[in-house]
T-cell receptor
Framework: SQQGEEDPQALSIQEGENATMNCSYK?????LQWYRQNSGRGLVHLIL?????REKHSGRLRVTLDTSKKSSSLLITASRAADTASYFC??????????????FGRGTQLTVWP | GAGVSQSPSNKVTEKGKDVELRCDPI?????LYWYRQSLGQGLEFLIY????????KSGLPSDRFSAERTGGSVSTLTIQRTQQEDSAVYLC???????????FGPGTRLTVT
């Protein structure tokens, strides 16, 4: 299965600290995405990195991708209490550019203490 | 509407009853997905609709589950003869014809008693 695996399962930090979450996957991909989920409800898309990219930034988010190691990391800088949520990586099936299902891991639960 | 909507937001049903969950995707999004999330777990893919193509039903866990999409827009997920293990949050997502990003609805929390 292509399902991604996030690490750690849970992360607890103080406001202002940086939070780093990792994701590993098993087969080739077209792109990798990170999503955020609050309170077990809908997911919100954060950032997408393509297989030919190594790093991407969006505001306080920095994503890296290492296709040789089949891994990605999400860094949230200067964290805030409002960043408390579950974070999921999602991969596609890697077959050309066909849109389709995403494979999600179990997520990292981030808690940011004020 | 501005985003993906789902109804009902919560559903409690007795074991053995049938339920219907509705998803209204973002206007213009040709792709629609259903996922299921059990407590503390990741998302489990159920079914994927893309335009007029035959849906990808490979994630449906049993023949008690079915889904349809009428007119290329609204979708209904039907679970027949519900079981307690069907209790979960059912999430719907849609995406535009040219983008990989998926936009999720708030989900329907299904509880089978």
């Amino acid at each position: 299965s292509q399902q991604g695996e996030e690490d750690p399962q849970a992360l607890s930090i103080q406001e202002g600290e940086n939070a780093t979450m990792n994701c590993s996957y098993k087969t080739s991909i077209n792109n990798l995405q990170w999503y955020r989920q609050n309170s077990g409800r809908g997911l919100v898309h954060l950032i997408l990195i393509r297989s030919n990219e190594r790093e991407k930034h969006s505001g306080r988010l920095r994503v890296t991708l290492d296709t040789s190691k089949k891994s990605s990391s999400l860094l949230i800088t200067a964290s805030r209490a409002a960043d408390t949520a579950s974070y999921f990586c999602a991969t596609d099936e890697g077959r050309g550019s066909t849109l389709g299902r995403l494979y999600f891991g179990r997520g990292t639960q981030l808690t940011v203490w004020p | 509407g501005a985003g993906v909507s789902q109804s009902p937001s919560n559903k409690v049903t007795e074991k053995g009853k049938d339920v219907e969950l509705r998803c209204d995707p973002i206007s213009g999004h040709t792709a629609l997905y259903w996922y299921r999330q059990s407590l503390g777990q990741g998302l489990e893919f159920l079914i994927y609709f893309q335009g007029n193509s035959a849906p990808d039903k490979s994630g449906l866990p049993s023949d008690r589950f079915s889904a349809e999409r009428t007119g290329g827009s609204v979708s209904t997920l039907t679970i027949q003869r519900t079981q307690q293990e069907d209790s979960a949050v059912y999430l719907c997502a849609s995406s535009s014809p040219t983008a990989y990003e998926q936009y999720f609805g708030p989900g329907t929390r299904l509880t089978v008693t």
